[in-house]
Every structure is written in C-alpha cells, then in structure tokens.
C-alpha cells in the first residue's frame, strides 16, 4: 500500500552550534542516540589523535573521551548502555571502546585486509547490541563488505563475509538490529549474544536497500523499519512475537537515507541526510505528511521540534517556526442582572503549537470548552 503524503511548508530556524573545543580538531561523524549526540572528531594535523565528545539537546559537553592513537579519521559510532563503539580508520580499522562508567577508552582492535600489504579494510557502520559490537567493514582488495562481531574488550569474535551490498543499523531504543545483506530480506536480528540471533524477516522484493533505520516501541512491543530503496522509502511495524501488521510505502523519492527514526508523542519522525523528513501519525492506518528539513541531518529530539544536522565543522541546532494562531469563542448568556440587562463573555485563546489542521481543530475544540465552562460561571452568578 502507498502512503499519499502531503507536503507542508515546515521552517526549521538555525538555533545553536557546536564546534569542538580542540585546536586542529574536524568532526568526522555525529549520531544521535536517545537524548545525547555522540562527536567524532580527529586532528587535522596529525594521523594519530581523535576524540569523542558526547553532547545533551542543548550542545552542552556532557563528556569528552580522547583517543591517542591509530586513528586517523573516526567513521562510525554507537552507543548502549555504558559502552561506547567508536569505529576509526587507520589506514585499515581500529575499534575502540569506551566504558563510560569507567571513563577509560579500551583497543584498538584491528581489523586488515583480507589483500594484505596495499589494500584496505574500512568500518562503515557500527551498531551495538547488549555488549557485542557489529562492525559493517568494506574491503576494497575484493571490494565486498564483511560482518566482524567484536567484544567489549575489544577483540574479533567473529567475522563472514556479506557481497557487496550491505547495511546494518540498531533499532533506536533497543538491542535489536537491522540487518541486510543484498538478499530480498532485512533480518531483525537479536545480536545480544554476539551472534545473528534472527527473529524474523522483511521481504523487499527486488528492491536495492540504500539503508536502514528503526525505533522500538515499549508500550506496543513493536518495531517500526523504515528502509530506503530504488522503489522508494517504506514503513514496515513489526509486532514483536506475532510479526509483521503492515507494510507500506512513505515515499515515492528513490534511494533516499534513511538515518534516524524518533518517537513523536503521535507517531514517529524519520529523519533523511537527503533534507527530507517524515511525520508518520496515527500508527494503526498511517498517515505522512513530507517536511524539508536541513541537509546532512542525522537526529531528532523524542518529543520535541528540534533537528541537528553536520555542516562542514559545526554540529547544528534546528528548532520548528511554530505559527501563532489566534481563535476567538464568544458565549452569550442572558442573564437577569437588571431586568432588561444581557452579559456577553468573550474568551480568546492564543496557541502556540504545532501548525497541522489537526492541531487547529484541538484549539477549536479546547474553546469550545472554555467557552461551556464560562457560561456556567456566568450562570452561578
């Protein structure tokens, strides 16, 4: 089924920045997990040194973690729990890992190139599950990507090779994973025991998968998949232990990324890097309404109108322009105050909120209220 969605004018106004506090520092990479944004950044000077600063909604430095050696550029993170998965290149792949309990930073681990002497191995994504790492690593000596399973100390478990197409991401607010493999499936994967623990499949068809993105919803057990393809952008809400309840298409814009799927207090916000998101409500029979948002986004705070994006060196606070809206309910009672004497109360409400007809419909609806409430106040008199 085909989602028809509408596209609103939204204005995403430019609030705050970030830029590491480091002399010669660049930031390489920034993800959002939760409520934190998580900074790599490395010194432009040498091809040694990173850092990873860890940021609340506000930009603040909550913490900062450096990394002095074998790592040139840092290309990947993820976070769980109190463990931090940074994925660097140094020439090949160096993982670290941070225990935040702790404050110390543990590896590299190195991970080299099947081709030996003058090739590469290079992380292109990482996603943690309970305290295993899964390292998506691309290998240009047979140009084929390769799943490495790491522990928390951190060494290789495991590794196999995947094709040449591949995508893995954590459900956000879980220990789940998505997992494709340039098959027709996306496996939802429980990764907890430092294996491919598959709990169930998404069909894509022929569909060539650009990437993957998913958020856990507690209350409802369920997993909402949201994946970028040639054929479009899709929402898969998958019930955990009764399986898949829909599958539908969001988008018809081909090969759009997906990078980050957040809760709204009535549905879900995807965000793109392509300066696309989607506000997906009413979950049962969804419905998406199409917003430009700021390039090179990668978060979306849970329950707010905040959108952080990577521009060149700054990590960028985005908040949603609400319009005013202004709605009059008057309510006239006839009274006997001196015989031949009417009262007229009038009540006007200003809201500032979200700018969707449904949201206009509530403030007519709360008028209404105030408008009865009134009334009988003017009654008791």
């Known amino acids: 089924a085909l989602v028809t969605a509408s596209i609103v004018s939204a204005e995403w106004t430019y609030e705050l920045s970030y830029t590491v506090p480091y002399t010669d520092y660049g930031i390489d990479t920034a993800v959002m997990v939760g409520n934190e944004i998580l900074v790599g950044a490395s010194n432009t000077s040498t091809q040694e040194d990173a850092a990873v600063f860890v940021l609340d909604v506000n ?9 002095t050696s074998q790592a040139d550029t840092i290309a990947a993170i993820d976070a769980r729990g109190d463990l931090i998965a940074v994925g660097a290149i140094y020439g090949n792949t160096t993982i ?16 080299e190139s099947a081709g030996g002497t003058g090739f590469s191995a290079q992380v292109e994504k990482l996603a943690l599950s ?29 590794s196999e090779p995947v094709g040449m197409m591949a995508d893995i991401a954590r459900v956000e607010n879980s220990d789940y994973l998505l997992y494709w493999n340039g098959s027709n499936l996306i496996y939802i994967v429980d990764g907890t025991a430092g294996s491919l623990n598959v709990v169930d499949s998404i069909d894509v068809g022929t569909a060539v998968v650009r990437a993957v993105a998913g958020y856990y919803n507690d209350t409802e057990n369920a997993i909402y998949v949201v994946y970028g393809s040639d054929m479009g952008t899709y929402l898969v809400k998958y019930v955990i232990g009764t399986g898949i309840e829909y599958s539908t298409q969001i988008g018809t814009e081909a090969d759009l990324v997906p990078t980050f799927v957040a809760a709204i207090p ?48 700054e990590i960028r606070r985005f908040a949603l322009e609400v319009a005013a809206v202004t709605t009059t309910q008057t309510v006239t009672e006839t009274q006997l105050v001196y015989e031949t004497e009417t009262e007229t109360v009038t009540e006007t409400t200003t809201v500032e909120g979200p700018y969707t007809t449904t949201d206009l419909a509530i403030v007519g609806i709360v008028c209404l209220l105030l408008g009865a409430a009134i009334a009988y106040v003017v009654r008791k008199r």
């Not at 309970?130 to 240009?140: K, P, R, T």
């Not at 965000?271 to 990668?298: C, H, Q």
């Open 59 to 67: 930009l603040s430095e909550v913490a900062s973690y450096n990394i």
């Open 96 to 111: 670290f890992v941070i225990n935040r309990t702790e404050g110390s930073v543990y590896g590299p681990a190195l991970i």
């Open 266 to 313: 009535n549905g879900l916000y995807v965000v793109t890097e392509n300066g696309y998101g989607y506000r997906v409500t009413n979950l049962t029979s969804p419905t998406a309404e199409v917003e430009a948002i700021p390039t090179y986004a990668f978060g979306y705070y849970y329950g707010s109108e905040y959108i952080y994006a990577l521009y060149q060196n």
């Open 130 to 158: 309970g305290e295993y790492i899964y390292a998506l690593v691309y290998d240009n000596f047979d140009m084929n990507y390769y799943l490495y399973i790491l522990d928390k100390t951190p060494s290789v478990v495991t």
